[in-house]
């Protein structure tokens, strides 16, 4: 019998089904190793000697392994086929030999692309040893972001308090969200005028043609610029004659592009789907470890982490025999389509993604899916396939036409496209984020070259050239992919990471820089330029892949990387506070000093009159204040408002407009702890902050008046007679009744719940066992028996939020995460780590309650994620 280590208990379970009763799979549950979060677990003086730390469940899965190595007769590392696979391999390989649990038994290393029966049997018979190369390359990686975090951040902690971490990756891809904000506050719009002749033919069809030359001139795009001109040229056309000049039809060819890379399917998914990077890849991750489809558990689609854009020889003829089947051979191109990636750095050292067997068409496996699996398979599926497919034929006609008034001409254009033949149109279009309006997909009616044309009317619309777009998502993953920053394994990560710091929020599925965000970047920039240029990033990244091909040696990129940058820590450790918030003020000019209506200096204090505003430090992060403080005592919170209004009332209050009862000021504020509103003055005036998800910019008088009518009566209790309340707390929304708190999900259902709804939840309140020993709450999703025994896992509802649950031991959910999206793997991770913590703790509590803190008197130290940025 041979042991076989795997990563997942789904994938486990799968490939024990197809390798019989001579194997033992087990699974380590993704890294059983890292470095452990303090200092010095790199040790560059020591030629970068690395210390690593095992954690409690890998602690017990290892010995696991270990144990069932005692009976086995060799050992087969089958992780997945990337960069972090054999890293992991390698570890699992490490603590066993230290374990001395191998004796002279054989270790072999196998990959396979997808888990199917074919693969899985193929890779078996074909093993090879751990690729040496693969693992430098990850210990080069591991070792970069462990020293760019455990070095930079405690350096922000110090310069700018309020900031959270800085990373390798992560804060070259802040860097790009935040240049974006900076481009948009910059950006000086210009107006401009578009002139269009809706016309006629003989034949009674209309169509729009488009100014394009005026008295001999041809016009660009911003050369009507004013009203004045459009309607001298408007009035021009409306007494002008019209003639078709020429009328030219140009056969095109649209061919289509490659299978998924996982950047390109998590751009696909965000704008068709309306997924997150992070969701994507959990949803992947299912449909490529395995699913039950018809009795038979097998993984659907190829591995989802690479930048690769080829097929397999036989997964190409598998896709050439489906569309001939499901579309028709004329669909079907003589040879098959073969690509090459355009990414910067891209290893192609794996096929795209695929799906494992084409034959299994979206339809056939729907009913074996959730939505969110069905739907992501789907463009899988179908982007696959058209990779294989005839290109689209399209016919694009252009129109000139000439019109005459007396001795005045201009000329217009029309354009216009038909598709001829679909092509791969016919499984797959591609829709792209912040597409313009294309007037080429227009179809134009028969025109023919000579014939006049009947004016319908004439239209001059004005309109204003437009800021570049915030980035979403998905524009950031092409960017940094265009850029060559990061690697398929990191994007989602990265992402995630810049959400969870708060350096960025997402706002109509857009990325918005937080000051927070824009403030460490600023700092980076004007001291650590270097290491958040795009080039720079994108060139190490380059030397990790060769490393990784075995070109370069790891410690020697390591040290050439550490000897400046240890330099330049070493220069801005003795710089004061003022001098660096004296050269954020230069950098940060628009966020810090936004520009006023009355024209004034946005630098000047608007209270006192005579002292500078300037960015100050505070125990809470940054803040505008004025430099004749403790005289002076204007403060305003940074990046409250960009339009000026927030500097135009004192102390950076903005009025809203006045109580309709008390005819008290209603003001919006900024204090320590965020914005708020108020009505009133003085100690009795009556405050609320704003709940979370409002933007300051977005409170009106309305608004604010709601918030300030908190709580509010909601009715009588129809069993008590005691009156049910709905409020904003310190925990959020809530209704109450006769001492019992019931959450509600958002404000809004504070000033729209009814009086139904509030009892039920006051009843579903009541119903829960309180107190320390009272059970367990019901459960919101059974996710399944756990992979060890022991009893189901499943996803409560807490006092303190969602949480899993197996026997005594409970783990709380991630912020923003989905209860009900919440799958078994993920649990059982959860568990496994909250139990290797719990030993020193208290018991696990039934009702997801909170334990007591506790005073801490160490000093702040770099989290385990300061090192994991990238």
């Known amino acids: 019998m041979d042991v076989v280590v795997v990563e997942s208990p789904a994938k486990a379970k799968t490939i024990n089904k197809y390798l019989g009763r001579n194997y033992r799979v087990l699974a380590s549950y993704g890294h059983v190793r890292d470095l452990p979060a303090k200092d010095g677990s790199v040790r560059p003086d020591e030629d970068f000697a690395m210390s690593w730390a095992v954690d409690g469940p890998s602690s017990k899965r290892l010995s696991e392994i270990a144990s069932a190595m005692k009976d086995a007769d060799g050992l087969i590392l089958a992780t997945d086929p990337?960069?972090?696979?054999?890293?992991?391999?390698?570890?699992?390989?490490?603590?066993?030999?230290?374990?001395?649990?191998?004796?002279?038994?054989?270790?072999?290393?196998?990959?396979?692309?997808?888990i199917t029966r074919q693969s899985v049997t193929d890779a078996m018979a074909n093993p090879r040893q751990i690729d040496a190369p693969l693992v430098d390359a990850y210990l080069a990686r591991r070792a970069l972001d462990y020293l760019v975090g455990f070095t930079l951040s405690p350096v922000l902690w110090r310069k700018l308090p309020g900031a959270r971490s800085a990373g390798r990756v992560q804060s070259v891809a802040l860097r790009l969200v935040c240049d974006r904000e900076l481009e948009i506050e910059r950006f000086v719009r210009q107006e401009y005028w578009q002139i269009a002749a809706?016309?006629?033919?003989?034949?009674?069809?209309?169509?729009e043609a488009r100014l394009t030359g005026f008295e001999g001139k041809r016009l660009q795009k911003l050369d009507i610029a004013t009203k004045d001109q459009a309607d001298g040229i408007r009035s021009m056309l409306e007494g002008a004659t019209f003639k078709a000049l020429s009328v030219e039809a140009k056969p095109t060819r649209r061919s289509p592009g490659p299978p998924f890379t996982t950047s390109s399917l998590q751009q696909a998914a965000s704008s068709q789907l309306g997924f997150s990077a992070v969701r994507t890849m959990q949803v992947a991750q299912r449909l490529y470890e395995g699913l039950d489809v018809g009795g038979e558990t097998v993984g659907l689609i190829t591995y989802m982490r690479t930048d690769g854009v080829q097929m397999a020889p036989e997964a190409i003829q598998g896709a050439r025999d489906t569309i001939g089947r499901e579309f028709g051979e004329r669909y079907l191109p003589e040879k098959p389509r073969f690509y090459s990636a355009k990414a910067k750095n891209a290893q192609e050292a794996h096929e795209a993604i695929r799906p494992t067997d084409f034959?299994?068409?979206?339809?056939?496996?729907?009913?074996?899916?959730?939505?969110?699996?069905?739907?992501?398979?789907?463009?899988?599926?179908?982007?696959?396939?058209?990779?294989?497919?005839?290109?689209?034929?399209?016919?694009?006609?252009?129109a000139e036409i000439q019109a005459v008034n007396g001795a005045r001409e201009a000329t217009l254009r029309a354009i216009g496209s038909v598709i001829r033949f679909d092509g791969f149109l016919a499984a797959y279009t591609e829709q792209k984020e912040e597409d313009a309006e294309d007037e080429e997909n227009?179809?134009?009616?028969?025109?023919?070259?000579?014939?006049?044309?009947?004016?319908?009317?004439?239209?001059?619309?004005?309109?204003?050239?437009?800021?570049?777009?915030?980035?979403?998502?998905?524009?950031?993953?092409?960017?940094?992919?265009?850029?060559?920053?990061?690697?398929?394994?990191?994007?989602?990560?990265?992402?995630?990471?810049?959400?969870?710091?708060?350096?960025?929020?997402?706002?109509k599925r857009k990325l918005v820089p937080h000051s927070r965000g824009r403030l460490v970047t600023a700092f980076l920039e004007s001291f650590f330029a270097r290491y958040v240029e795009y080039d720079f990033t994108a060139a190490l990244e380059e030397?990790?892949?060769?490393?990784?091909?075995?070109?370069?040696?790891?410690k020697e990129v390591l040290r050439d990387f550490w000897r400046d940058f240890s330099g330049a820590v070493d220069d801005i450790k003795g710089l004061r506070v003022t001098d660096v918030l004296d050269g954020l003020n230069d950098v940060l000019a628009p966020l810090v000093f936004p520009a006023r209506e009355d024209g004034s200096d946005p630098r000047i204090c608007p209270k006192c009159g005579s002292g500078n505003l300037s960015l100050k430090l505070g125990k809470y992060g940054a803040f505008v204040g004025c430099s004749n403080y403790p005289e002076c005592g204007y403060t305003r919170q940074l990046g409250e408002d960009g339009n000026g209004e927030a500097a135009a009332g004192e102390n950076g209050t903005r009025v809203l407009g006045k109580d309709p009862y008390t005819e008290?000021?209603?003001?919006?504020?900024?204090?320590?702890?965020?914005?708020?509103v108020q009505r009133g003055e003085g100690k009795e005036a009556k405050r609320s902050s704003l709940p979370k998800g409002w933007a300051a910019d977005s409170v009106d008088h309305e608004k604010a008046l709601a918030l300030l009518s908190l709580p509010r009566d909601v009715g009588k209790h129809p069993e008590t007679g005691k009156m049910i309340s709905a409020g904003l707390g310190r925990y959020g929304p809530f209704v109450l009744h006769d001492g019992t708190y019931a959450n509600l999900e958002s404000i809004e259902d504070v000033?729209?719940?009814?009086?139904?709804?509030?009892?039920?939840?006051?009843?579903?309140?009541?119903?829960?066992?309180?107190?320390?020993?009272?059970?367990?709450?019901?459960?919101?999703?059974?996710?399944?028996?756990?992979?060890?025994g022991g009893g189901k896992v499943t996803v409560r509802d807490g006092r303190y939020g969602p949480y899993v649950n197996f026997g005594k031991i409970n783990a709380t959910l991630p912020k923003g995460k989905d209860p009900t999206a919440m799958t078994l793997d993920e649990a059982v991770a959860m568990i496994a780590e909250k139990a290797g913590r719990g030993s020193s703790r208290r018991p696990a509590r039934g009702n997801g309650s909170k334990p007591a803190k506790k005073k801490s008197t160490r000093k702040p130290v770099a989290t385990a994620a300061a090192g994991r940025m990238a």
């Open 543 to 554: 030397k990790l892949d060769q490393i990784s091909d075995g070109k370069l040696a790891w």
């Open 442 to 507: 227009r179809r134009l009616p028969e025109i023919r070259a000579g014939e006049p044309l009947a004016r319908d009317r004439i239209t001059a619309t004005q309109h204003s050239t437009e800021p570049p777009p915030r980035y979403s998502e998905a524009t950031l993953i092409r960017k940094m992919e265009e850029l060559g920053i990061g690697r398929p394994s990191t994007y989602a990560a990265t992402l995630k990471t810049l959400e969870d710091r708060e350096y960025v929020t997402i706002d």
């Open 82 to 114: 990337d960069r972090e696979g054999e890293a992991i391999s390698w570890h699992v390989l490490e603590v066993l030999r230290q374990k001395r649990a191998l004796k002279d038994k054989p270790v072999s290393r196998v990959v396979f692309n997808a």
């Open 664 to 676: 008290e000021e209603i003001t919006l504020r900024s204090g320590r702890f965020g914005p708020y």
């Open 198 to 207: 809706i016309l006629t033919t003989p034949r009674g069809a209309g169509f």
């Open 751 to 788: 000033f729209a719940i009814g009086i139904n709804r509030a009892v039920s939840l006051i009843a579903e309140k009541q119903g829960k066992p309180k107190g320390r020993g009272a059970g367990t709450p019901a459960a919101l999703k059974e996710l399944g028996e756990h992979p060890d």
């Open 359 to 398: 034959s299994r068409t979206p339809a056939a496996v729907r009913k074996h899916l959730d939505a969110d699996q069905a739907r992501l398979y789907e463009i899988i599926w179908k982007r696959a396939m058209a990779s294989q497919m005839q290109p689209a034929e399209i016919e694009r006609t252009t």
